[in-house]
């Protein structure tokens, strides 16, 4: 068999099994969008940190079932965006609150924003996670660096 035909095969068994997920494409999205900022300002590129994503992930249910908007303190650097409003896409929300961390943007509507522009720019800075969570119209974005 041709080696289209295998590659085919992977792509959907990966789609069927869980290997590729709104999620996961959510993540290496905001890994480009960082970097792509970062490149822009001198600043060398970050890497995806799995034990930066699960902490991201967990403050970003937790502020979102709470429905509020605060620093986890956790040690790590911070960046929280929230928005309010019909539930979006992942990468939608991730675009919004990176460029707002970014630039200062932000989105029509109501959304907030608390940004460490020095986490952001930092070339001591060389991983980040990134997690979302929503509840009742309410979508929290949590990025954390290392």
């Known amino acids: 068999m041709s080696s289209k035909f295998h590659l085919v095969v992977l ?9 590729y997920s ?18 822009k300002l001198g600043s060398s590129p970050l890497r995806l940190s799995s034990e930066l994503n699960i902490i991201a992930h967990s403050h970003a249910e937790k502020l979102a079932a709470e429905n509020t908007f605060e620093s986890s303190n956790n040690g790590f650097g911070e960046n929280l965006w929230a928005y309010r409003g019909p539930l979006r ?3 939608v929300d991730c ?20 940004v460490n522009r020095d986490v952001l720019l930092s070339n001591t800075t060389r991983a ?11 979508t929290v974005v949590v990025a954390n660096y290392n």
């Open 95 to 114: 675009r919004d609150a990176i460029n707002n961390w970014y630039t200062g943007s932000t989105v029509p509507g109501n959304a907030v924003s608390q």
């Open 128 to 138: 980040f996670g990134i997690g979302v969570g929503t509840a009742n119209d309410y």
């Open 22 to 39: 709104e999620t996961g494409g959510f993540r290496e999205f905001s890994r480009y969008y960082h970097n792509y900022f970062r490149s």
């Open 11 to 19: 792509v959907i068994a990966a789609v069927f099994c869980g290997a």
């Open 89 to 91: 896409t992942l990468k």
